[in-house]
Structure formats: C-alpha cells, structure tokens
C-alpha cells in the first residue's frame, strides 16, 4: 500500500497541484480516483471523507488533509523539498498561493469548467469570468519577468499551485505566448525531472463520450 493515497481526477487542476509535488518528489503515493462528473463528492460517503465535498483529499498516516494549498504546505514538510528557507519566503509562499487559489486558479478554473464541462453556459458569465482570469494571467506574467520562479530562485509550491491549470492551454482558450513570461516558467515546470501532464499523472481521462 502507498504511503501517500491522493483522492483526485484527471480534469481537476486543483487536485494536480499535490499530484505534480508526489511526482516530483518521487513519493511512494497513489491516486484514488474520484468519480466528479457522475456525482461522486455529492455522495454521504464522500462528504465523511471531505465535509467541504472538494477534491482533492489527501491520506498520510491516519491524517487527512483538504485544501490543495494545506496539502501542499504539508508536503513540503513532510518530503522536505520544495518548500520555504526563512520565514520570510514562507510569507511570500503563502501570498502568491492565497492569490493563486482566489483569483489565478479561482477565475482561470471556472472558466474552463463553463467553457468545457457545462452545456449551453451563458455567453455573459462567460465573458466576465474570462476577463478576471486574463487580470490574473497579466499580474502573474508581470511577476516573472525578469525570474525563473515565483519566489526564490528555485522552484516552490507557489510554482506547482499556480501551475494547477496552465497546461491545458487549448481547453481554458489562451495562447500562452501573449503571456511570454507564463509560457516560459510553465516550460521550466514541465523540464523539471519527474514532471508529468494531468491527464498522464491522474486517472479519468478521458471523460466517457457523452450518449
């Protein structure tokens, strides 16, 4: 049995973030796939397991952990990699991973979701949501220029948190070379040793063609 058992799905960018760490990381872990699209967080047996009813959710040594931020914060502690040197990064870890899940991830994330995985979505809502995500997109590309990663000079969890839905380019409708700097600290991401895309590193895709 695993070390680390990860509740997640193909589609969901948040469950990715710790997804990508466990890879990178080489950790002893292993997804359990959660069955979103046909209701399963609906279900009383997985709000026991998650009250907020979200993925993804995170076993390791009788805890459980929810929050892809929370998990990742643990991760670093209990892998010992990727995270903070000083205090001080670990405020500017948590600032860019609270403006990731609030406003990059938050605004990026619902729109692929309306512009995917929702019939008919109204064109308004549509329009509104991608013009908060292309906010976030140029306060991001405006932050790296002129650095490698987000915060230190090697690679954090605010770098895997804000990847969460950056290589699904084709699904969210954005050329990432409008956002130069986006584009190439995602290539950076994807050189790194380990580095696996969503739907090869979690299971569920592809989605079952509808009838």
Request: hydrophobic share 45%; aromatic share 14%.
């Amino acid at each position: 049995m695993a070390e680390y058992t990860l509740h997640c799905f193909a589609q969901s960018g948040n469950a990715y973030k710790p997804a990508l760490m466990l890879a990178l990381c080489a950790a002893d872990w292993a997804p359990r796939f959660v069955d979103f699209f046909n209701g399963a967080t609906r279900t009383p047996e997985y709000r026991a397991l998650n009250v907020m009813g979200e993925v993804p959710v995170l076993e390791h040594q009788g805890q459980r952990l929810s929050q892809s931020g929370v998990i990742l914060d643990y991760l670093a502690e209990t892998l010992g990699r990727f995270g903070w040197q000083s205090e001080d990064e670990r405020r500017e870890i948590l600032r860019w991973m609270l403006f990731d899940n609030h406003k990059f991830t938050g605004y990026t994330a619902t729109y692929r979701y309306l512009r995917n995985f929702v019939t008919a979505a109204d064109p308004a809502v549509l329009a509104m949501f991608r013009g908060r995500a292309e906010s976030a997109w140029k306060v991001l590309d405006a932050h790296l220029a002129g650095r490698e990663w987000i915060v230190a000079r090697r690679p954090t969890i605010a770098d895997f948190s804000l990847a969460g839905y950056v290589f699904w380019p084709e699904e969210i409708g954005v050329d990432w070379q409008d956002y130069p700097n986006i584009r190439d600290w995602s290539a950076r991401i994807a050189a790194l040793p380990g580095w696996q895309h969503p739907y090869q590193l979690m299971p569920g895709h592809p989605l079952p063609a509808k009838t």
